[in-house]
């Protein structure tokens, strides 16, 4: 069983920035792919970013290129997400996820592991 461990949420104003991470403990022998997600009050949870195991290939949603960068350790499964330029609209709950199949990632299919979330809340 593998346990995907999130930190790094909180308070920020508009504009400001955060940095999230996520390690896997447990059996982490298996190679996986990683990515996060959101889900706001409301609404379905929704694919924010991914990187394959190696980190050569990144995916990310429309809403947050250009202000969010995905990046993880090499040859573990941890994996950071810098968020910068943060908007009220970035507001949710975060989940990191694990996956064998980067190529299903960003449709939330084949998810192996979920994290339990951490709350990112942007307001002034």
């Known amino acids: 069983q593998v346990r995907l461990v999130e930190s790094g949420g909180g308070l920020v104003q508009p504009g400001g920035s955060l940095r999230l991470s996520c390690a896997a403990s447990?059996?982490?022998?298996?190679?996986?792919?990683m990515g996060w997600f959101r889900q706001a009050p409301g609404k379905e949870r929704e694919f924010v970013s991914a990187?394959?195991?190696?980190?050569?290939?990144?995916n990310y949603a429309d809403s947050v290129k250009g202000r969010f960068t995905i990046s993880r350790v090499k040859g573990k499964n941890t994996v950071f997400l810098q968020m910068n330029s943060l908007k009220p609209e970035d507001t949710a709950v975060y989940y990191c996820a694990a996956t064998a199949f980067y190529s299903r990632i960003t449709r939330g299919e084949a998810i192996d592991y979920w994290g339990q979330g951490t709350q990112i809340t942007v307001s002034s």
């Open positions: 990187i394959s195991w190696g980190g050569g290939s990144t």
């Open positions: 447990g059996r982490t022998s298996s190679n996986y792919a």
